[in-house]
């Protein structure tokens, strides 16, 4: 399919770790054509032939298809480099001009905003105002605004100059192998299928704890924290897929929402979430002094529904946290008290898999019981790992195909935005502490508070047996 397809942030991290490895996988795949038209913008002063230079190298290390010969060669012919400063409306005449003659009917125009957040207003309103971009498809990062506030009028801004079938709310999370499996893993399995609510499953946990710190995003960092960074889009999603009552049904974001409308309100802050920052986080570079962001947060939160009434969801994410993962544990209930509940353990990164983790007798005569897995990797094998798409690649994909299941929608991210204020605000209200922790720690011991009355705590995620 030919496909045009211009990237805000072209010289940007994002845009060579992930878009153009990703367009190049679908270009390998035959997805796209030789004759697509891949726009990267930057204010710096490049070539196309010196950006293809650039951007050469990443797409070695981060595509996962054959990286060589005549495939880079064609890959590399659709893509162009137009150097403009697109912070400044009076620029976008460069933008049309090389637009020229361009549009085809039919054909996918894609827009990414690979930019900070406080750009997508000036990008929206300035390309939405083109006539070479009418029909166009934004794609947008999240965060999607800073406050419930702001994210209201971009959206306001967006459904304005593109419409809202128009707009695409990428959350990469949502393009991941086994958060897409989760569905599966609950439909197809009677096993499962039938366990899936509040009579067998004790608790649901669902971590992201990462080994790095801000890095060199302590500008934005400092202003958003962990809440608005993870919980409100990435880990919230998670859940919804987790708690949605009929996967079979097809309509999955209708499901999503109506979890997110079924969490309960902050009865006590202090017993339900608890906020933690790595120590050292206020000598980081572009991080005020007096900084009180946290990087750490851990929630118990209820969904109030028939299936999951009296289920704690415990979440938790954090930075400097001494391991990098995210998963979702499912912990059922105990048929014997001095045995260890059964574990569904959900593997979403860097493995990609599953294990359940239950009891058997010890072997030989005497009492006791030992635990045992049943696993399945699925990153593990070479053959399912080269042909399963990385998460952009699989979004691109259904933009360009005009997918929007899998993407966020706005009622869903302002009823997330909503809820996150709500309890954000209610801590401060309540004067509560950001604890500080210890770096390559699993997050502040005050935590280990929001397990209590449960047969098992939150899962150590560094256990070297995982």
């Given at each position: 399919m030919k496909v045009r397809a211009t990237i805000f942030g072209g010289?940007?991290?994002?845009?060579?770790?992930?878009?153009?490895?990703?367009?190049?996988?679908?270009?390998?795949?035959?997805?796209?054509?030789?004759?697509?038209?891949?726009?990267?913008?930057?204010?710096?002063?490049?070539?196309?032939?010196?950006?293809?230079?650039?951007?050469?190298?990443?797409?070695?290390?981060?595509?996962?298809?054959?990286?060589?010969?005549?495939?880079?060669?064609?890959?590399?012919k659709t893509v162009h480099y137009?150097?403009?400063?697109?912070?400044?409306?009076?620029?976008?005449?460069?933008?049309?001009?090389?637009?020229?003659?361009?549009?085809?009917?039919?054909?996918?125009?894609?827009?990414?905003?690979?930019?900070?957040?406080?750009?997508?207003?000036?990008?929206?309103?300035?390309?939405?105002?083109?006539?070479?971009?009418?029909?166009?498809?934004?794609?947008?990062?999240?965060?999607?605004?800073?406050?419930?506030?702001?994210?209201?009028?971009?959206?306001?801004?967006?459904?304005?100059?593109?419409?809202?079938g128009n707009i695409y709310r990428i959350d990469h999370y949502l393009g991941k192998e086994m958060v897409r499996n989760i569905l599966a893993i609950r439909s197809t399995n009677l096993l499962f299928a039938r366990a899936w609510d509040r009579s067998s499953i004790e608790s649901v946990q669902i971590s992201a704890l990462e080994e790095v710190g801000v890095e060199t995003r302590g500008g934005y960092y400092d202003q958003a924290g962990a809440l608005k960074d993870m919980v409100q889009n990435h880990l919230l999603q998670i859940l919804t897929i987790i708690a949605m009552e009929n996967p079979a049904s097809g309509n999955m974001h209708a499901q999503q929402l109506e979890v997110l409308h079924h969490l309960r309100p902050v009865n006590d802050i202090s017993e339900e979430m608890v906020l933690g920052q790595y120590v050292g986080y206020r000598s980081e570079n572009k991080v005020a002094p007096d900084s009180s962001t946290e990087t750490f947060a851990a929630m118990k939160l209820h969904v109030d529904t028939d299936r999951w009434q009296g289920v704690p969801f415990l979440v938790r994410t954090g930075k400097k946290c001494g391991t990098r993962k995210i998963e979702a544990v499912l912990t059922f209930r105990r048929t014997e008290t001095e045995g260890d509940p059964d574990m569904l353990v959900i593997e979403i990164q860097p493995t990609d898999g599953m294990f359940l983790e239950f009891n058997v007798k010890k072997p030989g005569d005497g009492p006791g019981l030992e635990r045992v897995k049943l696993e399945y990797c699925q990153s593990c094998n070479r053959v399912f790992h080269l042909n399963t798409?990385?998460?952009?690649?699989?979004?691109?994909?259904?933009?360009?195909?005009?997918?929007?299941?899998?993407?966020?929608?706005?009622?869903?991210?302002?009823?997330?935005?909503?809820?996150?204020?709500?309890?954000?605000?209610?801590?401060?209200?309540?004067?509560?502490?950001?604890?500080?922790?210890?770096?390559?720690?699993?997050?502040?011991?005050?935590?280990a508070q929001l397990t209590q009355g449960l047969a098992r705590g939150w899962r150590v995620m560094k256990d070297p047996q995982d």
């Open positions: 010289t940007g991290d994002l845009s060579y770790r992930k878009l153009m490895p990703a367009f190049y996988n679908l270009f390998v795949r035959g997805e796209i054509t030789a004759d697509s038209d891949i726009l990267a913008i930057g204010r710096r002063d490049y070539t196309d032939e010196s950006y293809h230079e650039i951007i050469t190298p990443w797409i070695h290390e981060f595509a996962r298809l054959d990286r060589k010969g005549e495939h880079l060669e064609e890959f590399l137009l150097r403009m400063d697109f912070t400044d409306p009076g620029q976008y005449p460069l933008l049309e001009e090389y637009n020229a003659g361009r549009q085809e009917e039919g054909v996918p125009n894609l827009i990414y905003l690979a930019v900070a957040p406080q750009f997508f207003t000036v990008i929206a309103e300035s390309v939405g105002a083109m006539a070479s971009m009418k029909g166009a498809r934004i794609i947008l990062e999240k965060p999607f605004g800073d406050t419930l506030e702001n994210a209201c009028r971009l959206n306001k801004t967006l459904e304005a100059s593109f419409g809202s798409p990385e998460a952009y690649e699989r979004m691109l994909w259904a933009a360009i195909n005009s997918d929007q299941s899998w993407f966020s929608q706005w009622d869903q991210i302002e009823t997330s935005w909503r809820f996150i204020q709500s309890v954000r605000d209610a801590y401060r209200n309540a004067g509560l502490p950001v604890y500080p922790y210890v770096q390559q720690s699993e997050g502040p011991a005050e935590a």
